[in-house]
Each structure stands twice: as structure tokens, then as C-alpha cells.
């Protein structure tokens, strides 16, 4: 087995003279394995060989039996040892990974830190055969797509694996010939992971009951894919240097990337994800949680009018413009743009050179009510934000007929309680635009207008727990419920209206079989605080008696409606009755309601998003905002 561990290192370039290496060592038998054939390259290399252990403070006794063993190992064979000792538990709650990726994560740093010290050439890593093959079928599984399906590379960076053209099988068999010791890892054998999952039941079924070879079949598949994925990638890196233009913003703050429309139709439906990948990855620095649905919903935005705008993860924007599609980052500031904060800093203002917009002037101006053009050269004073006063007005034809603003409120049927918190943009009296609402006449761009005022409306909504976040928790929620009401049947309640999406979502992630329904009960109207008046609006089509209750509400502060609800369904005979809240404000608590699922503890804001509304809007946001402005 060596010279077969010896030539595949040839082959990959993994060594060359004098090579200073580290070998990564756990104690079990692939790490040992691998130390055992470093040692023997050594001596057609000249490599200086050093090894690190790292204890993940996971599994008690049993580490520290494995650390004392590796160490006891070094020793005998004279390879310089490091440990690191690292609470992966700890880790994995501070920096929001699981266990797995924690432990994970902290041997690349372990590593990496030591390769610093010692100017190691080269870390070598003990991945075998069978590795491989269940990091395919793992990637297969998540859609991780062409790279994913390329397994693990023989080498990477700095990082080498000299083992993985053997099999576990040829690595036992060789230690028994050499008689010598590994550890044993219980935890190997457990089906916690799921990679564990893999190994002890899927690939010894398609061993056993397909193909014997099922292990060599995979790894030589990987194996083209990996060429197929390195051909894409030449072919996607030609591809954006054509049809991409990066650019940093003022004082190097955020990015923004323009994807060239005609060049983007013209390239191969095949490789456009691809391109589309690569340009986000630019933009926000890293690809993790870009997925195909991001892909598809960037490529259909090329095929909508110019103006249209989608969100993305990490706070990305992307817009449809002349050139093709623009996407920018959260902290894009455009080079050269002249802000000024109105009311509240609601409200953007700059100046536009007509010579810079390509095309007819006339169709470049903003269709978007959140966004108005005005001929700067015919304002008489200056523009300002501001509510209402006496004497507004607003010309509303082109003899210049006025309106006055009042009239124009009650026409438009707009609540009286509302008008003073409207903003306008006014040159003195004259209402140049109700922002949000209608633009006044007699300011309007044209081809011979030499400055455009562009007033924009700024986001209102502050976001409070990102979309990512949201979705992160629903599914440990889930995962939880899951686990809870094992060999039960769950029976949601969803409180209308706001319970809705995120009950949906939940559900989505429940593995217990489940049933719905739905009932309506309030006591907000359309203000900002619960009024103490509960009301139900609609009741449950279904009996609730024998059934395994789990009310799922969006939010619960005051606890008014859900301590009147809870005592109207426990009197209808559930077996079990639980409460899941995804947002909950304890502060605000007048009722005392016990909730056994919580999304997310939050401060004593008025939210909105994810099913929740302020005055029946702002329901449809994936994240959870909140409402600036409002009592």
C-alpha cells in the first residue's frame, strides 16, 4: 500500500524536497496510517515532520485517553508534537455553527496557527477513499451542485491528502501488518451526524446489495467531475472578465457589480449560475447560503423593466438598469453622491447630469412611486422635506390649476390621523411631491432640462432579526417540536393573520406527521398597541378533544389574547396543549401565558414582517423589521 500511497503523492505534486510538513493526528487509525507513510517519505524527501493534536473538550475521558496516546506515539517515533486544547461546544454557540463545523473549523485554525510558527510547506490531512465517497453522497444530498459532486481534492492550498486513493479496509490491513496501535472512536459508530449516517448504513448497503466496488465507482466519478468543474470555472472567470465591471464605493464603502444584459443572453444557459455566483461572491465577499433559487430569481430579473429591484442574502440589492443587472452591496455608497438627509433621514437627494443616462431622457425617468425626478433650474427657492403647513398646495394641470394639499388628502381618501406624518418635498408652498403619493406639475424632466433633482425614498424599516436568522431558528424550532412529539401526531393552531406564514414554515420543518387550523382572534385594530379588547373573529372547523395541541402564534406581548384563547381551547378537551411564539416580548407581558417555543426574545419595539403588519402593511417582508417612527 505504500508505494501506491507513494506514487499518488508523486502524481499530485504533494511533496518536494525539504518540504517542512505538518500532519494533523487524532489518534485514530487513518491519522496514525498517515503519520507512519509521512515518515516514510521522509527519507526520499528529506521532510522535516511535526504533528498536532487537537482535544475538542467533547468527549471526556476518551480524549484525554487519545491525546495521551498520541502522545506517547510521537515520543516513540520522534515527530515533534503540538496540542491544542479547544471547547468546541462553546465555540459552536459563540460563532453560530454546529458542533461538527465547530470542530472542524477549530483543527483548520489549529493547523493553519502552527503552519505560521514552524513555516510549514505543507499540512497533511488523513482523508481516505471512503471519505470521499461519503462527502459526495453528503454533498449530493444538500445540492451543493458541480464542485460539490467533485468530493475532496487531493490537494488544496497548502493542504495535501496522501491517503486518499486507499480505502479504510487498506489502511487497517496495513497498521495489522506493521502491528501497530490506533484509537477507536465510539462515537464513529453513532448515527448523531450525518455523515456518521452515511458511512454505517448507505454505503455498506450499496456495497452489499448493488456493487462491491460502489466505493470506487463514486471516488472515479468525483474524480471527473472535478475536471468537469475546473473547465467551468475557466470558462466562468473568461466570462465575467468580459461581461462584469466591479467597482468600490466612496471612502471603500461596499461594492457594486454591473453584469453586462446582452453579453449575460448571449452566454450558455449552463454557465450563467455560475457567472451569477461569482459576481454575488464578489459583491458580498463570500458564496455560503447562495443557492440556485438566488440564481434564478437574479437571471429573471434581466428579462423585467428597467427600475425593478430584488433582495438577496447578506443585504444585497439587485437592479434591473439599462446596462443589464446591478447588484450592490449593504454598504454600497456610490462615488460621488451628493446626500442630504431630509426628515428622519427618510429622504436622499442628489444631482443628475442628463449626459450621464444613456438612452432618450424621457424614458429613464423613474416610473416608481418611491422615486421622483424634478428639473432642478426651475425651482424658485430651495427643496426641503417636511410635513404639512397651512397653504400647501399643489398644481395639478398644466395651465397650472392649484389644488390645495387638505382637498387633495380628503380626496384621496387618506385618514386624517395620517396627513401630518406625511412627508413632502416643497419649493415654499408649492408641494413639489407627496412622497409615496403623487408628484405636483409644472417641475417635470425633459430633454432640455440641464440638472435633475432626484428625490428618493429611503427605507422606513429597520431590519431587526435578518431573513437568514429567521429561517435558521424555524428550523431549530422544528428539529425541537420534531424531537418533542416523537410517535405523536401534532395538531397546529395558527392565530390569523400574522401566525400564518411563519406556521407554514414551521410546519415545512416538522417530521411528526401534523394537521392545521385556523383561528382569528385580536386585540390590535390597526394601532401599534394592543388595545385589551379581544375579539374572535373566526373559530376552528375541527374538535379539538384527544388531540395533541400546538398553538403557534407570531407574536405575544401584552399575553391579553393568548391567556383569553388558551382558556377557551382548554376547555374543549385537548390531551396536550403547548404554545410556540416565533417573536416573544416578556417585558410587555400584563397576562401571565407559559410559551414552550420561542423564536426569538426581542425589546419592546413595534415589528413588522414575516406575516406581522403595522396598519395591514408590511406583512410580505422575509425578515423581521421595525417600524421607525410610529408610538
Not at 41 to 54: C, F, N, S, T
Not at 178 to 197: L, P
Not at 315 to 334: H, L, N, P
Not at 477 to 496: F, M, N, P, R
Request: aromatic share 8%.
Amino acid at each position: 500500500m505504500y508505494e501506491k500511497i507513494r506514487d499518488y503523492a508523486r502524481a499530485h505534486g504533494m511533496l518536494d524536497k525539504g518540504d517542512v510538513v505538518i500532519a494533523g493526528i487524532s489518534g485514530g487509525a487513518d491519522s496514525v496510517c498517515l503519520l507512519c507513510v509521512l515518515l516514510e517519505l521522509k527519507k526520499e524527501y528529506d521532510l522535516e515532520i511535526r504533528a498536532v493534536h487537537v482535544n475538542h473538550g467533547i468527549r471526556g475521558e476518551a480524549a484525554a485517553a487519545d491525546e495521551a496516546y498520541v502522545e506517547e506515539l510521537c515520543q516513540s517515533w520522534e515527530v515533534p508534537l503540538e496540542t491544542v486544547h479547544v471547547d468546541v461546544r462553546r465555540m459552536a454557540r459563540e460563532e453560530g455553527l454546529t458542533q461538527e463545523e465547530a470542530g472542524r473549523a477549530a483543527r483548520r485554525r489549529a493547523f493553519e496557527e502552527a503552519a505560521g510558527r514552524w513555516r510549514a510547506d505543507r499540512i497533511a490531512l488523513a482523508h481516505h477513499k471512503n471519505d470521499n465517497a461519503e462527502t459526495v453522497l453528503l454533498n449530493l444530498a444538500r445540492g451543493t451542485g458541480l464542485r460539490g459532486m467533485g468530493g475532496i481534492r487531493p490537494c488544496s492550498g497548502k493542504y495535501i491528502r496522501p491517503l486518499l486513493e486507499v480505502s479504510r479496509e487498506e489502511i487497517e490491513e496495513f497498521l495489522a501488518e506493521k502491528n501497530i496501535s490506533y484509537c477507536m472512536d465510539a462515537t464513529n459508530y453513532e448515527d448523531t451526524y450525518t455523515r456518521n449516517r452515511i458511512r454505517n448504513h448507505i454505503i455498506p448497503y450499496m456495497e452489499e446489495q448493488v456493487n462491491p466496488r460502489f466505493v470506487d465507482h463514486v471516488c472515479g466519478t468525483a474524480e471527473q467531475m472535478a475536471q468537469l468543474w475546473e473547465y467551468v470555472e475557466r470558462q466562468t472567470g473568461e466570462a465575467a472578465a468580459r461581461l462584469t465591471t466591479l467597482r468600490t464605493g466612496a471612502d471603500g464603502r461596499g461594492r457594486e457589480v454591473v453584469i453586462d444584459g446582452p453579453g449575460f443572453a448571449g452566454t450558455d444557459r449552463a454557465l450563467r449560475p455560475y457567472l451569477l455566483k461569482r459576481a454575488l461572491g464578489q459583491v458580498s465577499g463570500r458564496e455560503k447560503d447562495l443557492e440556485t433559487v438566488h440564481f434564478k430569481d437574479l437571471e429573471e430579473l434581466f428579462d423585467r423593466q428597467v427600475g425593478r429591484r430584488l433582495s438577496l442574502p447578506y443585504g444585497m440589492k439587485a437592479f434591473r438598469c439599462y446596462e443589464g443587472v446591478r447588484v450592490v452591496s449593504a454598504d454600497w455608497q456610490a462615488p460621488g453622491e451628493d446626500q442630504r438627509e431630509g426628515v428622519s433621514g427618510k429622504i436622499k437627494m442628489r444631482i443628475l447630469d442628463p449626459a450621464d443616462i444613456e438612452g432618450p431622457i424621457e424614458e429613464a425617468i423613474p416610473k416608481t412611486p418611491y422615486t421622483k425626478w424634478f428639473d432642478y433650474d426651475i425651482i424658485k427657492n430651495s427643496v426641503i422635506i417636511r410635513t404639512r403647513r397651512p397653504g400647501d398646495y399643489l398644481v395639478i394641470d398644466r395651465d397650472g390649476a392649484r389644488q390645495k394639499l387638505n382637498r387633495y388628502f380628503i380626496n384621496e381618501k387618506i385618514p386624517s390621523q395620517e396627513r401630518d406624518s406625511i412627508l413632502l418635498a416643497a419649493d415654499g408652498s408649492r408641494i413639489l411631491w407627496v412622497i409615496g403619493y403623487r408628484g405636483g406639475l409644472g417641475y417635470e424632466v425633459t430633454g432640455q432640462t440641464r440638472k435633475i433633482l432626484e428625490n428618493t425614498m429611503a427605507e422606513t424599516i429597520r431590519e431587526l432579526v435578518s431573513e437568514e436568522e429567521v429561517e435558521k431558528r424555524v428550523c431549530e424550532l422544528g428539529k425541537q417540536i420534531s424531537e418533542d412529539y416523537a410517535g405523536k401526531h401534532v395538531h397546529l393552531i395558527c392565530v390569523l393573520k400574522g401566525g400564518v406564514f411563519f406556521m407554514c414554515e414551521l410546519a415545512k420543518r416538522i417530521t411528526v406527521p401534523v394537521s392545521m387550523d385556523f383561528m382569528s382572534v385580536s386585540s390590535y385594530g390597526d394601532g401599534t398597541a394592543s388595545s385589551g379588547v379581544v375579539k374572535i373573529a373566526k373559530d376552528l372547523d375541527e374538535p379539538l378533544e384527544g388531540k395533541d395541541v400546538l398553538i403557534v402564534e407570531d407574536i405575544i406581548d401584552s399575553g391579553r389574547t393568548l391567556s383569553y384563547l388558551i382558556q377557551i381551547l382548554e376547555k374543549r378537551g385537548p390531551r396536550s396543549m403547548k404554545l410556540c411564539t416565533l417573536l416573544d416580548k416578556p417585558e410587555r407581558r400584563v397576562k401571565p401565558v407559559t410559551v414552550d417555543y420561542v423564536g426569538f426574545n426581542i425589546p419592546d419595539e413595534f415589528v413588522v414582517g414575516y406575516g406581522l403588519d403595522y396598519a395591514q402593511k408590511y406583512r410580505n417582508l422575509p425578515y423581521i423589521g421595525v417600524v421607525e417612527g410610529v408610538e
